[in-house]
């Protein structure tokens, strides 16, 4: 039995795939992820800071200088994941067998 030549008036089923997104849901998905990347740089930073100061790289003023804009980036930090309704916790990505992004603090 030989197959029949579709014709052109033949067409294939269109298949469109189509994701529903919630808006709100992606707006909190992406603040979550770009405030997790910048509590990780921040966490990074600090511990540098840290280790600097304690090898004694750091002058006096450059120390508080340091701590206070820690000090103030953690605030931001604090703020901005009240308000996109996150908790630190929230940031904190677990990456299966790896374990989770960030060190208990």
Same mark, same amino acid.
């Given at each position: ?20 997104? /919630? ?5 909190? /998905? ?26 004694? /790289? ?35 990505? /677990? ?11």
């Amino acid at each position: 039995m030989k197959n029949k030549p579709s014709s052109s008036t033949e067409k294939a089923p269109s298949r469109r795939l189509r994701i529903d997104t /919630d808006a709100e849901a992606v707006e909190r /998905d992406l603040s979550r992820l770009v405030l997790t990347l910048v509590e990780l740089v921040r966490q990074l930073v600090e511990r540098q800071c840290v280790r600097r100061m304690e090898q004694g /790289d750091l002058s006096d003023e450059q120390v508080e200088a340091l701590g206070l804009t820690l000090m103030r980036l953690e605030e931001a930090m604090t703020e901005l994941c009240d308000r996109f309704g996150l908790s630190p916790s929230d940031l904190n990505i /677990d990456l299966g067998p790896l374990g989770t992004l960030l060190p208990p603090e």
